[in-house]
């Protein structure tokens, strides 16, 4: 029973990490965005309370929609493109509701390749000096082609795979399990210790505006907890 809470507490963990996509940058970028007018903690906790209602409502939905058509549900990519169209195909109007949830689907999708685009975009941007539209031209070039494989994982290139996982597994374990729990750990030293940002420049910069504030206490917390928690969903993932 510890065991599966443990594993239950990790996997959880580490989607937080997905969702909220805190390890490669994108909220980074939309952050530096944001109105001063409210702090930056204040933000953060309203943006991690709504995706946590959001995936919870959608837990609510899928879960039992599983049971309830005595299908087996998975985790993962396989969830959405396997399990979900074999619950779709037991409903009635079931190509209607799967059209729905497909469609609403890409529209979801495509909220994060803007995350991704304006990463980087901004990057190039400021690092390089491109303009938006060259760099929205070039880097659109380059999506495109590197994520044909994946889109291909599931039909042409079917056959491939790396002990066991297909592309999209393969770069859904990269993407989820390594790059960003890693990079979730390297902004966060970065942001606390003294061979980065250090912590009171941090702390003036998030504590600008109107919401609640970083108190001095919460960073040893910064600094030494979250960096060990970090680390051990970093190990989990890849053992």
């Known amino acids: 029973m510890a065991k599966g809470i443990r594993q239950v507490v990790l996997a959880a963990m580490s989607q937080a990490f997905f969702t909220l996509s805190v390890g490669i940058g994108a909220m980074e970028i939309f952050g530096s965005y944001m109105s001063k007018e409210e702090s ?27 049971f309830a058509f005595g299908v087996s549900p998975d985790q993962g990519p396989s969830l959405i493109f396997v399990t979900l169209p074999k619950v779709f ?5 079931g190509r209607v509701w799967g059209t729905l949830f497909f469609v609403f689907m890409t529209f979801a999708s495509f909220s ?14 400021d690092n ?10 070039i880097f659109a070039i380059v999506i495109l082609v590197l994520s044909t494989p994946c889109a291909l994982g ?10 066991g996982k297909n592309i999209l597994d393969i770069e859904d374990f990269l993407v989820s399990n390594i790059l ?12 606390v210790t003294k061979y980065g940002w250090k912590a009171e420049n941090f702390m003036t910069e998030a504590n600008l505006g109107k919401g609640i504030k970083v108190k001095n206490w919460m960073i040893p917390y910064f600094r030494y907890v979250l960096p060990i928690l970090i680390i051990i969903v970093l190990g989990q993932g890849l053992f």
Not at 47 to 52: G, M, N, P, R, V
Not at 89 to 93: A, C, D, S, Y
């Open 112 to 125: 994060t390749v803007m995350a991704v685009f304006e990463n980087l975009i901004a990057s190039a941007m």
């Open 128 to 137: 390089f000096q491109w303009s938006r539209k060259k760099a929205t031209v």
């Open 89 to 93: 195909i037991n409903m009635p109007l």
């Open 154 to 163: 599931y039909n042409l290139l079917s056959d491939f795979n790396i002990a």
């Open 180 to 191: 960003l729990p890693l990079g979730s750990l390297i902004f966060l030293l970065f942001c």
């Open 40 to 66: 930056l903690l204040q933000e953060s906790m309203t943006i991690a309370s709504l995706d946590t209602f959001v995936a919870i409502v959608s837990g609510l939905i899928i879960f039992p929609a599983c």
